[in-house]
């Protein structure tokens, strides 16, 4: 894909601060089933991500410097807390209501939620290192530069919801780095799974990786909804060679829907393209400002 030479200091009113104040989220306002991920095969790594832009109204990318220091407070040992300082500089991408869903660091490590039916995070325990829901993305972006290394710490860690959503927290972590590796991270039934698919590696919003892998190998196995058929009808355009330019084959063909897709370059010189059908946004991180000890907020469409 040709990245579009947008000068962002003239789009962007930028405004500084450190973080968003959290809200409960009400889950009835967004889709959970509309969006897909993909991670290409070839000589340069970058994916796409698709979400329906309604649950994206007033979104912000957040400019954040290697070298800040972010904290995780523990829900059980109320006292203490998880602590440590950012490693990378890296971009991401946050809701009005404090979620933050997207994110990329300067070595091209990226990460991301999608929507999981059924997720289920596991109970409390002393053992592992608490990281709050509301910072899981920052926890990866900020610490990792490769699938390989995050996924040595995933066993380490127990994620604990603290964003108060009406529906729990229903999402699976997705982990893309330069060299093409991809895991997805789910939490089903109160246990955490983890896959590595080789790539070309493509998940839509909702089914389990499990079940996806099902329909698609299993001949007699039917799809139970929208999100399965989906998933079977990009399959089939990656499997015969016709997928065309990272655009995926149900966006092209469903124009009605509002999607915004999200494609990232994974490479040295990282970069996050935010494209919203008519409108454009191109963030390469090395030529971005990243002002030291604090974080600057930039308002996207």
Same mark, same amino acid.
């Given at each position: 894909?040709?990245?579009?030479?947008?000068?962002?200091?003239?789009?962007?009113?930028?405004?500084?601060?450190?973080?968003?104040?959290?809200?409960?989220?009400?889950? *009835?306002?967004?889709?959970?089933?509309?969006?897909?991920?993909?991670?290409?095969?070839?000589?340069?790594?970058?994916?796409?991500?698709?979400?329906?832009? *309604?649950?994206?109204?007033?979104?912000?990318?957040?400019?954040?410097?290697?070298?800040?220091?972010?904290?995780?407070?523990?829900?059980?040992?109320?006292?203490?807390?998880?602590?440590?300082?950012?490693?990378? !500089?890296?971009?991401?991408?946050?809701?009005?209501?404090?979620?933050?869903?997207?994110?990329? !660091?300067?070595?091209?490590?990226?990460?991301?939620?999608?929507?999981?039916?059924?997720?289920?995070?596991?109970?409390? =325990?002393?053992? @592992?290192?608490?990281?709050?829901?509301?910072?899981?993305?920052?926890?990866?972006?900020?610490?990792?530069?490769?699938?390989?290394?995050?996924?040595?710490?995933?066993?380490?860690?127990?994620?604990?919801? *603290?964003?108060?959503?009406?529906?729990?927290?229903?999402?699976?972590?997705?982990?893309?780095?330069?060299?093409?590796?991809?895991?997805?991270?789910?939490?089903?039934?109160?246990?955490?799974?983890?896959?590595?698919?080789?790539?070309?590696?493509?998940?839509?919003?909702?089914? *389990?990786?499990?079940?996806?892998?099902?329909?698609?190998?299993?001949?007699?196995?039917?799809?139970? !909804?929208?999100?399965?058929?989906?998933?079977?009808?990009?399959?089939? =355009?990656?499997?015969?060679?016709?997928?065309?330019?990272?655009?995926?084959?149900?966006?092209? !063909? @469903?124009?009605?829907?509002?999607?915004? =897709?999200?494609?990232?370059?994974?490479?040295?010189?990282?970069?996050?393209?935010?494209?919203?059908?008519?409108?454009?946004?191109?963030?390469?991180?090395?030529?971005?400002?990243?002002?030291?000890?604090?974080?600057?907020?930039?308002?996207?469409?």
């Amino acid at each position: 894909m040709r990245w579009l030479p947008i000068n962002i200091s003239i789009i962007f009113m930028i405004l500084s601060g450190i973080v968003f104040g959290q809200m409960r989220i009400d889950c *009835d306002g967004l889709e959970m089933e509309a969006g897909s991920d993909f991670i290409s095969k070839g000589k340069y790594a970058s994916s796409v991500r698709t979400w329906h832009s *309604d649950s994206l109204s007033d979104a912000s990318i957040v400019l954040c410097p290697a070298g800040l220091h972010r904290s995780s407070q523990d829900d059980i040992k109320k006292r203490y807390s998880f602590d440590w300082t950012v490693k990378y !500089n890296n971009i991401y991408l946050k809701t009005k209501e404090g979620l933050i869903i997207e994110g990329l !660091n300067e070595h091209g490590f990226s990460a991301s939620l999608m929507f999981l039916n059924n997720s289920q995070l596991a109970g409390k =325990e002393k053992e @592992h290192i608490p990281i709050a829901a509301s910072l899981v993305i920052n926890f990866f972006i900020d610490h990792f530069k490769c699938v390989d290394t995050a996924l040595l710490a995933v066993w380490d860690v127990r994620i604990y919801d *603290d964003l108060g959503m009406t529906c729990g927290w229903p999402f699976r972590i997705v982990l893309h780095d330069s060299a093409g590796s991809t895991a997805y991270i789910e939490h089903i039934d109160g246990h955490k799974r983890v896959y590595t698919p080789g790539s070309p590696a493509l998940i839509v919003d909702g089914p *389990d990786y499990a079940r996806l892998i099902t329909i698609k190998y299993l001949q007699d196995s039917i799809p139970g !909804n929208k999100a399965e058929m989906r998933y079977l009808q990009i399959q089939k =355009e990656i499997d015969s060679d016709s997928f065309d330019g990272m655009i995926f084959y149900y966006i092209k !063909n @469903h124009p009605e829907i509002p999607f915004l =897709e999200i494609t990232r370059g994974h490479s040295r010189n990282a970069q996050l393209l935010i494209l919203k059908r008519t409108d454009a946004i191109c963030f390469e991180i090395q030529k971005l400002e990243f002002k030291t000890g604090v974080e600057t907020i930039l308002k996207v469409f």
